[in-house]
């Protein structure tokens, strides 16, 4: 999985200030998922946004491909202590869902939702001002489902769990509601700099 030589002696300066402490690059792409892969058809797929229990807005997948599209590339930094560089994405930033849904941020935290129950806490100012997006292609094809497919949630900065797979909505929360792994001894935020692995690092 590590690429030997690649992440040891003779790695560049500017390659090495791009790995946070405790990681290793690898070129390969790991899959990585709590259960079974769900198939989400596009033609069932459907987005929503809620504000707590309630939802504002929703978009079928050719409305939300008709949103603004962007591209992102970015380093990826799973805890699982894989990092990949110059990952190459496109799909909607969540700036631009929340500007066509007309929605001020009602509060400071969100909740991701996939199709397979996931769920992942991240505050909103980590998805907003150009930081995050809703992918639906990886390396200029569609997103394969077994990386989320179609369509995830793409939060480089963080670690790679709270990039949610299968993504079905996201749900503004009064307070920071840790999600599935957050509730099973991850970190409540998981920055990869500060080696956020796990509850109270
Ligand atoms: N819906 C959903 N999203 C998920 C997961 C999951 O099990 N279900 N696993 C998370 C974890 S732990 C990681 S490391 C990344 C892995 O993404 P990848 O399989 O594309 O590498 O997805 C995250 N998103
Ligand atoms: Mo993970």
């Not at 790695?11 to 792409?29: A, W």
């Not at 094809?141 to 993504?167: C, E, N």
């Not at 957050?182 to 796990?198: A, N």
Request: proline share 8%; charged share 25%.
């Amino acid at each position: 999985m590590t690429t030997r030589g690649f992440t040891g002696r003779g790695q560049s300066p500017e390659i090495k200030d791009r790995v946070p402490p405790g990681q290793s690059l690898t070129e390969d792409f790991p899959v990585l998922s709590a259960g079974p892969t769900p198939r989400v058809l596009t033609e069932d797929w459907k987005f929503t946004l809620k504000v707590g229990p309630k939802p504002v807005i929703s978009w079928n997948w050719d409305e939300f491909n008709a949103l603004p599209q962007t591209k992102l590339t970015r380093d990826i930094h799973c805890v699982t202590a894989w990092s990949k560089l110059d990952t190459h994405w496109q799909g909607v930033l969540i700036d631009d869902i929340l500007a066509e849904a007309n929605l001020e941020p009602p509060t400071d935290f969100l909740l991701a939702h996939g199709y397979d129950g996931y769920t992942t806490n991240v505050p909103v100012k980590d998805l907003t001002g150009g930081r995050a997006m809703i992918a639906t292609s990886y390396d200029g094809k569609p997103l394969t489902a077994d990386h989320g497919g179609p369509a995830r949630l793409l939060v480089p900065h963080l670690y790679f769990w709270k990039s949610a797979k299968w993504i079905n909505g996201l749900q503004f929360t009064a307070r920071d509601e840790p999600g599935f792994w957050e509730l099973r001894g991850y970190h409540i935020y998981g920055d990869p700099w500060r080696e956020q692995r796990y509850t109270g690092d």
